[in-house]
Structures are given as structure tokens and as C-alpha cells.
């Protein structure tokens, strides 16, 4: 089975402190997202990164940077935590434009105090 | 870029009743449509998806139908049981070109044993 892996299930932060969160996928998908899942707001898209190295804005990239040095792994930065961004973060990837289905991660609750 | 558009928000039905979810989509290069189930705690898990030469797939008791030409797509759930309470939620997304996976809001679907 193909596996998302999120480092971290749960994360307390203090405003200002630099965030990283880190998304692995152990198939060779091309496509890595970051979404922010908010009650009522649905899965918003943060950036998504269709190959090494490569990184597109989606609907909500202010606040927020993102790496993608390998294939494999997909990290997104808060580089400065601010409370609005008190969020779940999904990573997910997909498999290649053919054969298209998106795996999700299960997700971490970021707290920023 | 897409905007995928969800209703109802929320839905409660009768065990054994049927529940049925609309989605709208913008963008007529979109040609992928899958519909992720989100259990409590959990990410996103595909249950059906439907591709753009295809009008309708069905899948024991949940169905997929698509309208190209008014750009919506419909979830139908049959004989609903209380495991089938969740959140769900569409995406469209265009497999010909690096684009990303745009999701409705989200519908949170109660069955009432």
C-alpha cells in the first residue's frame, strides 16, 4: 500500500517560532500538496510541488513557504507562527498524470499559542 | 483557476435511506473527479471516482454521475448505514497538465441508526 507519512500528529508552537512541517511518501509520485483544513472552509489548497525542486502557489500560500530537495519528501514552513494559523495540515501526493489518485496523510493539528 | 462548489454542507438521513451529494466545477479542463470519505481523526480516503469520458460508475452501493456538459458531478449513496457518517468531499483535477487538485467544502453526512 502506498503510505503518506506527517511527522508529527499534534504540534504546540509559540507565536513567532519557525514551523516545519514534513510529509514523506514512499512511492515515486510526482505530485505533493499541502492543504489546510479549517471547520466550514473545506481543504484549501497551500502550494503544491509537481517535481523536485518545483513549487506552485495555491489559494492560500501567504505565511507560508514550502521544499522540496527529493522526490520523496514535501515540507511545508510557517515562517513565523501566528495564531490564525491554529490549523490541521494534510499532505497528500499523487501517483502521475495517468493514474491518478491522491493519497492523504493522516493529518497534523498544529496549536499556535 | 478551478473552483469546485459542494452541497449541501450537511446531510442527515434515515438508516437505509439514500443520501446524494452535488458538486459544480468551473474549469472544462478538468477531466478527473474523485470523491474522498473523512472519518474522525482520520485524512481523506478515495471511495469512487469517475473520469471524464464516463458518464456514470457505480461501486456496490455508491454511485458517480457526471454531466460534462453542466460541469456537475453527483455522490449517491444507497441503503446508508451509520458507518457511512463522515465528511465528504469532491475534487476536480485535470491530468494533462501540472495542476492541483481543487476540493469542494465538504459534506458532513449524518445516518441516523
Known amino acids: 500500500d502506498v503510505k503518506v507519512t506527517q511527522s508529527s500528529r499534534y504540534l504546540v508552537k509559540r507565536t513567532g517560532e519557525k514551523v516545519f512541517l514534513e510529509c514523506v511518501q514512499d512511492m515515486d509520485h510526482e505530485n505533493m500538496f499541502w492543504y489546510r483544513q479549517d471547520p466550514g472552509l473545506g481543504l484549501r489548497l497551500i502550494y503544491f510541488s509537481y517535481d523536485v525542486k518545483m513549487k506552485e502557489k495555491g489559494d492560500i500560500p501567504e505565511g507560508y513557504s514550502v521544499s522540496r530537495e527529493k522526490k520523496e519528501r514535501f515540507s511545508l514552513i510557517l515562517e513565523s507562527a501566528s495564531t490564525n494559523q491554529t490549523s490541521m495540515y494534510l499532505c497528500?501526493?499523487?501517483?502521475?498524470?495517468?493514474?491518478?489518485?491522491?493519497?492523504f496523510g493522516q493529518g497534523t493539528r498544529l496549536t499556535v499559542v | 483557476g478551478e473552483n469546485v462548489e459542494q452541497h449541501p454542507s450537511t446531510l442527515s438521513v434515515q438508516e437505509g435511506d439514500s443520501a446524494v451529494i452535488k458538486c459544480t466545477y468551473s474549469?472544462?479542463?478538468?477531466?478527473?473527479f474523485p470523491w474522498y470519505k473523512q472519518e474522525l481523526g482520520k485524512g481523506p480516503q478515495l471511495i469512487i471516482d469517475i473520469r471524464s469520458n464516463v458518464g456514470e460508475k457505480k461501486d456496490q452501493r455508491i454511485a458517480v454521475t457526471l454531466n460534462k456538459t453542466a460541469k456537475h458531478f453527483s455522490l449517491h449513496i444507497t441503503e446508508t448505514q451509520p458507518e457511512d457518517s463522515a465528511v465528504y468531499f469532491c475534487a476536480a483535477y485535470s491530468y494533462s497538465g501540472n495542476t492541483p487538485l481543487v476540493f469542494g467544502k465538504g459534506t458532513r453526512l449524518s445516518v441516523i441508526a
Open positions: 497528500a501526493s499523487l501517483i502521475g498524470r495517468l493514474n491518478t489518485e491522491a493519497f
Open positions: 474549469d472544462s479542463a478538468s477531466n478527473y
